[in-house]
């Protein structure tokens, strides 16, 4: 789309230094080929852009879902006597994200130079660079709470998809990089380069590690309070958030966290704490706010592999299934003699587990898990027999019953370790690590943010959760089920 601005300024360009576009001396045939092609190209963006707005602005109107309280936050701020409106600032705000515009600069000239943009946003002029990041900074909370709202309505959406997909929830933190001197690569780099000459001379010296483990905590700029953290396998001064998602990859609550830090030599280790204190009050307030989520699956990675987040994700919040992996570098398990590293009773002399059944849960009872001998078979009718030669037990086929509340950690809820369906259910987790990348993406924050205020950034993230829920909210309404891509939905529209 640039592009076909930057046609569209240099023919005007060309003329009004030539009016008479056939005095200029080039070769006719080329010419005519040049000038036909453009505007065709200018003819069919035209075309498209025209049948996005009117797209849009007959199936969204963010108005409805502006809290009171933004209304008189932002006439409060800016007044009576006020050039733009909020449902303005929003709509423009809206339409960088979904054409990912990657700056304000660009927007501004994008709705100066599009009459149906400026149309839709309702603006006779864009705003200037500092109204917007103004905008940006000062109301990023009344933001949230617009995009609180759009994930509310879209609640019976979600479930008309999928409703078993649409309960569940999946957790995990990211971190925008900050705009910083301690991100540059050449910063680190000196570093390493200096240490490796002070100790040419011990070969079992790591340049690398003592670099990291001797780095500043926080950056030094005074306008960026940013703290080192390990953020997707890697150390960096960024901005810390919590992403809570569906199963369909749709966005659910973006929350700012307080700065990461490293607080040992261990990152992994310092990882797993921050992850695991962020949980509770991001998924409470979530929870808090939309009381009609249905609490079926959670999805966590590793790094929630504690004791009382299977308590309060399964007691307090009232999941039914939790499916986080086991944490190598957590409390050991212990087992009786009798049992596997998944919870599974173990039979000594075939050297191999027992069989999940199922869960039972009797009149007055806590629910049970039913395992069976490892050799059991099945008669086709009714009854298991066992084809052990030396059996453990008079009966025909050994059954094992184990307290599913025992041990939450070893028994999340309904599916217990070990089985092909956990397995599966947290293949799912793969659905917000793809979430949060197309929010960055949408933002424009997935190299990092420009800006070094966390309010900005924090408002470009909500603005591009904001945008995946208008691609869906469109998609139902046209009848399409392309409400991943804005492109696709273009296309099938």
């Not at 973006?254 to 700065?259: T, V």
Request: glycine letters at 4%.
């Amino acid at each position: 789309m640039q592009v076909v601005f930057f046609l569209r300024f240099w023919y005007n360009f060309i003329a009004t230094k030539s009016p008479n576009l056939e005095e200029i001396p080039v070769s006719v045939s080329h010419q005519a080929s040049i000038f036909d092609n453009f505007i065709n190209l200018t003819n069919l963006a035209e075309t498209d852009m025209t049948r996005f707005f009117k797209l849009i602005s007959e199936h969204i109107d963010l108005s409805v879902f502006i809290p009171a309280e933004f209304y008189n936050a932002f006439y409060k701020h800016f007044g009576r006597k006020r050039k733009f409106a909020l449902l303005s600032l929003l709509n423009a705000l809206l339409v960088k994200t979904l054409f990912k515009i990657p700056t304000v600069t660009l927007l501004i000239a994008f709705i100066n130079a599009s009459p149906d943009c400026a149309k839709f946003c309702n603006l006779s002029v864009a705003p200037d660079a500092t109204k917007f990041s103004q905008f940006m900074t000062c109301f990023s909370k009344h933001v949230k709470s617009l995009f609180d709202n759009i994930v509310a309505y879209t609640m019976p959406l979600r479930r008309e998809i999928n409703a078993k997909l649409a309960s569940t929830l999946i957790f995990d933190t990211t971190g925008v990089i900050a705009n910083v001197h301690e991100n540059n690569p050449k910063f680190v780099n000196a570093k390493i380069k200096n240490a490796k000459k002070l100790n040419k001379k011990n070969p079992n010296f790591n340049a690398h590690a003592y670099v990291y483990s001797n780095m500043p905590k926080s950056a030094a700029a005074k306008d960026c309070k940013v703290n080192l953290g390990f953020f997707n396998g890697a150390f960096a001064y960024a901005h810390p958030f919590a992403f809570l998602t569906d199963g369909l990859g749709l966005p659910l609550d973006i929350a700012p966290l307080d700065k990461a830090y490293l607080a040992s030599d261990n990152p992994h280790s310092d990882k797993n704490l921050y992850d695991s204190a962020a949980l509770k009050p991001v998924v409470t307030d979530f929870l808090n706010r939309h009381p009609d989520f249905d609490r079926y699956t959670f999805i966590a990675d590793a790094a929630l592999d504690r004791a009382h987040i299977y308590d309060f994700l399964l007691d307090e919040c009232g999941f039914r299934r939790v499916a986080i992996p086991i944490n190598p570098g957590a409390t050991k398990f212990d087992n009786a003699f009798d049992f596997d590293k998944n919870g599974f009773p173990f039979c000594h002399s075939c050297n191999k587990p027992f069989k999940f059944v199922g869960s039972t849960k009797g009149k007055n009872r806590a629910p049970r898990f039913k395992f069976l001998c490892p050799l059991a078979f099945h008669d086709g009718k009714k009854h298991y027999y066992s084809a052990c030669l030396n059996p453990c037990s008079d009966s025909n086929c050994r059954a094992r019953y184990v307290n599913a509340i025992s041990n939450r950690r070893l028994y999340p809820g309904e599916v217990p370790r070990g089985t092909d369906h956990f397995k599966n259910i947290y293949k799912q987790r793969v659905v917000i690590e793809r979430t949060i990348n197309s929010v960055k993406c949408y933002s424009g924050l997935d190299n990092g943010s420009s800006s070094r205020n966390v309010n900005t950034v924090f408002s470009n993230l909500i603005f591009g959760g904001i945008a995946s829920l208008v691609i869906l909210i469109l998609a139902k309404k046209l009848s399409t089920p392309s409400f991943k891509s804005f492109n696709q939905l273009l296309k099938a529209a």
